[in-house]
């Protein structure tokens, strides 16, 4: 879970992996999503090939450390973990290293079955020594990886890593047998097995050593289904190139290769679509101010795609002070936002205005429509509203946002649509995207531009952290005593279907009643790969390309 | 002359001493949090990884204490680690130089060649076509900004006509073609500029009329007797531009993707990856001053009547 400040993504994620990848989501056609399995193009192409990929330099590959979209965008191709997802609607698990896994009555303690045989590219096997190394590695505190926190439930985990650690081993795994992995957590977690589609999670070899290992660093050993070219390592700020792992337990890839491209971060976007655009790479990111120019040009020849991504756009509201501690006035302000006209306007058409908080990408949890008529324009009730709750004409907020991310046509055509239809004064106030977190943290602001997306396949990390009244996350400080006995519910329910009832029920009172925040925007991330070389590309709910599927066209 | 080599030696050690003190206290005064800001974006840092990131990097001592250990590790070359890569800023130094190096070299040769050539050109033919040309090209090299020159070449000879690569070095010598024309265009202009100047005015000197009457060739006179003479305030400009250029081309860099110590130094810059941009800068220092001994040096040998002492 984190929130974002719009200019530049920065997911860690998980393994979205070979041997479910057929069915990994991602589609080239207008209506595609990542929830829909199956969404490629074509399919049953030729083996072969070398699949050009851009990136920015990664701050590291190790998965200790791999920790925005670059890093993990090749770790997930070197190592597989204990589950996968393949963007299926009930965002139930499928099985990675581990063959069968199971949580006791609470949730408190899970064990992991691990298949037999599967082998990292060195020979070594992978048995659940292998986890417990690679856990271990990574959360002890002398390592200090910026990543280790989503290990922080699993016991032990604060002695670990501590500074100086108080330990060195990981009190809560232990292996019964060498194909066993028990984790015992510090508090019930019936969705943990969700968070181990971490790459921080990835089983490492006993070559891995600590974690400032410079060789390991370099040329990570994994498991998964490609591996570093053999002789190579990863070459800063140029390349890194993988090779198919042909030992791989899963489905293998149809491409014999991948070459990573690595560019420069100052203006990455436009250098990655140029490139592509002279054949130097085979897939690119597109920027923002060319989307509409980009999709005339390349989804008639079906070499676009568009994929909706679990992060959502939001108006967060000072649910703490007058006037906004008041429901009636968050839903005058967002009713007065024409979420339509600011798409055409700002975004060029490229994202889809919210009607819910939990965005499609979540399958069966996504329920259109569940924020009414509070997510829609209508001038006249928005005045009623106001003038109910105190929002009179005159009445001067605050509209908080970052000034590091292009958000200035954004919070101006807010401001527009306020002052215009509310008759507020509204004062933009606009800061570096750290300073701007701090003053949402102080509740120094009225309205702010906010944006969250999540780093495993539930809606959990959307709801308990900015809903619950005790999560630090929760800016806006909405506290309803219902929504968190619900949380508490959710966290500790064991049957999916029952979880699925009360986190839509938790929706449904703080965003259908209580419009605890306001969403505005899914977001919709594009991409172009070129089609006539290549098919069965999609994005997966990482928003990464599917490699793992994509193959030559015969 | 060794006096002198080794006078001017000794003064770089007080202009690196000067430069690390104003760069520390810059880097380090101003407002920022460097090992926040290489999270990203995402969640904030807990205070165990926090505090672990700096003891690390030392980050934890006052800064008085910062700077005596830097310039410690800096009398023994160690230039430190990068906060957001977690290598050693000397190893990121050494696989980037070379690149950048290259790159000088050939836009040196390429300011030497052109600007140099035309520059005579122009200074002989005064108010010829050809002088008109020169001034119209390097009016428009000069004053077009190098990353529109960058994009234009790429648009033309990558996008348009696939000739050459767009961006990065994987096409060996092809690669280099586009960044040394894009980086040495202003300077080349400038070259030919001074170099027309400076021999117009050494052709009307006496010792020409002198040379022709003794009856030389014009081709002698104006290669051995004026450009000899002409040449001088040329190649101080050359020294100077050949130690920027060795310091890394920032934005020749990033718009071609050419992975050198100028695009080190625009990331490191804005993830405020401090000892990467230290060390950059350090580096650029010294490299600058000792491109300018090597200048002046070759002064005495063009010019006998300059003496080094």
């Known amino acids: 879970m984190r929130r974002f400040g719009g200019k530049a993504r920065f997911a860690a994620a998980a393994a979205c992996l070979a041997l479910v990848a057929a069915a990994c989501g991602g589609s080239d056609d207008d209506g595609g999503g990542t929830a829909q399995p199956g969404g490629q193009t074509g399919g049953g192409g030729r083996q072969g090939g070398t699949f050009r990929v851009p990136i920015g330099e990664p701050s590291a590959i190790d998965p200790y ?123 019930s977690d019936c969705e943990f097995d969700k968070q181990t589609v971490h790459p921080v999670a990835s089983p490492v070899p006993s070559v891995a050593g600590a974690a400032n290992n410079t060789t390991f660093n370099e040329a990570p050993i994994g498991n998964g289904p490609f591996m570093l070219r053999p002789g190579t390592k990863w070459e800063h700020n140029q390349r890194i190139s993988l090779v198919r792992n042909d030992g791989y337990f899963g489905t293998k890839p149809n491409i014999d290769a991948i070459e990573f491209v690595i560019f420069p971060a100052q203006g990455r976007l436009e250098a990655e ?92 949890f996504h329920q259109p429509g569940v924020c009414g008529d509070w997510c829609k324009h209508d001038v006249n009730r928005a005045k009623d509203l106001a003038t109910r709750s105190g929002l009179t004409p005159g009445t001067r907020i605050k509209l908080a946002y970052n000034n590091d991310g292009g958000h200035e046509p954004l919070v101006q055509a807010w401001k527009d649509q306020l002052e215009r239809n509310l008759g507020l004064v509204v004062e933009l106030d606009g800061v570096p995207f750290a300073e701007h977190l701090q003053k949402r943290d102080r509740g120094d602001f009225d309205i702010a531009r906010a944006a969250w997306s999540t780093d495993y396949p539930s809606p959990d990390g959307f709801v308990t952290p900015l809903l619950g009244s005790t999560s630090e996350d929760n800016d806006g400080k909405y506290s309803n005593p219902e929504v968190d006995r619900l949380l508490a519910q959710s966290k500790s329910q064991k049957s999916d279907a029952e979880r699925e009832r009360i986190i839509k029920e938790i929706e449904r009172i703080a965003i259908g009643r209580d419009l605890a925040l306001s969403p505005t925007f899914y977001r919709t991330a594009y991409r172009v790969f070129d089609s006539s070389k290549w098919t069965g590309l999609g994005l997966d709910f990482f928003e990464r390309p599917t490699l793992e599927t994509v193959s030559q066209k015969s | 002359m060794g006096k002198f080599v080794v006078r001017r030696l000794l003064q770089m050690v007080l202009v690196l001493f000067g430069a690390s003190v104003i760069l520390f206290v810059c880097l380090f005064v101003v407002p920022g949090d460097p090992i926040a800001t290489s999270q990203g974006e995402g969640r904030q840092l807990d205070p165990a ?241 000792l491109v300018n001994l090597a200048v002046d040096i070759a002064y005495a040998f063009l010019d006998p009547r300059i003496r080094l002492e």
């Open chain 1, 65 to 187: 450390n791999a920790r925005e979209s670059e890093g993990s965008n090749v770790t997930v191709r070197l190592f597989t973990g204990l589950v996968t997802y393949d963007g299926n609607p009930e965002l139930r698990m499928r099985p990675g290293v581990a063959e069968r896994w199971a949580s006791n009555n609470d949730c408190t303690e899970w064990t992991f079955n691990l298949r037999r045989g599967s082998k990292f590219t060195n020979g070594e096997d992978v048995d659940a020594s292998a986890f417990i190394r690679g856990w271990t590695r990574a959360a002890v505190g002398t390592s200090a990886s910026q990543v280790a926190y989503h290990l922080q439930d699993v016991q032990g985990y604060a002695e670990l890593h501590a500074n100086p650690p108080q330990t060195q081993t990981f009190s809560g795994l232990s292996a019964p047998d060498p194909y066993t992995l028990v984790v015992r957590l510090g508090r």
């Open chain 2, 49 to 289: 990884t926090r505090a672990a990131l700096e003891r690390r990097y030392g980050l934890d001592k006052p800064l008085p204490q910062q700077y005596v250990s830097y310039v410690g590790r800096l009398a023994q070359g160690d230039l430190g680690e990068s906060y957001v890569y977690r290598r050693s800023v000397n190893t990121i130094l050494k696989e980037k130089l070379g690149n950048t190096a290259r790159l000088a070299v050939a836009a040196i040769a390429l300011q030497v060649a052109i600007g140099i050539l035309a520059g005579i050109i122009a200074a002989v033919f005064r108010y010829s076509f050809l002088d008109v040309l020169v001034t119209l090209s390097t009016t428009i090299a000069i004053g077009v900004p190098t990353f529109v020159i960058g994009l234009a070449l790429q648009n033309v000879f990558a996008l348009n006509l696939g000739w050459l690569p767009l961006q990065g070095q994987a096409a060996g010598g092809r690669s280099i073609i586009l960044p040394a024309l894009t980086l040495a265009a202003v300077d080349t202009a400038l070259v030919s500029r001074l170099m027309r100047g400076t021999m117009s005015e050494v052709l009307r000197a006496d010792y020409i009329r002198t040379a022709y009457a003794k009856g030389l060739s014009k081709r002698v006179v104006i290669l051995k007797h004026a450009l000899r003479n002409s040449v001088i305030p040329v190649l101080t400009f050359l020294g100077i531009s050949f130690g920027t250029l060795l310091g890394g081309a920032l934005i020749t860099e990033t718009v071609f993707n050419w992975n050198g110590i100028g695009l080190a130094l625009v990331g490191a810059i804005q993830s405020q990856d401090n000892p990467i941009v230290l060390g950059v800068v350090t580096y650029g220092v010294g490299v600058f001053v």
């Open chain 1, 273 to 364: 679509y140029r490139a592509f655009q002279a054949g130097e790479v085979d897939f690119a990111r597109i920027p923002p101010t060319l989307t509409q120019q980009a999709q005339s040009t390349y989804q008639p020849q079906g070499s676009w795609i568009k994929s909706e991504q679990p992060a959502i756009n939001y108006i967060l509201t000072n649910n703490a002070r007058a006037p906004f501690n008041n429901p009636d006035a968050r839903k005058a302000m967002s009713m007065a936002i024409d979420r339509e006209a600011i798409n055409r306007g700002v975004f060029q058409g490229s994202f889809t205005p919210a009607t819910a908080f939990i965005t499609p990408p979540f399958g069966n």
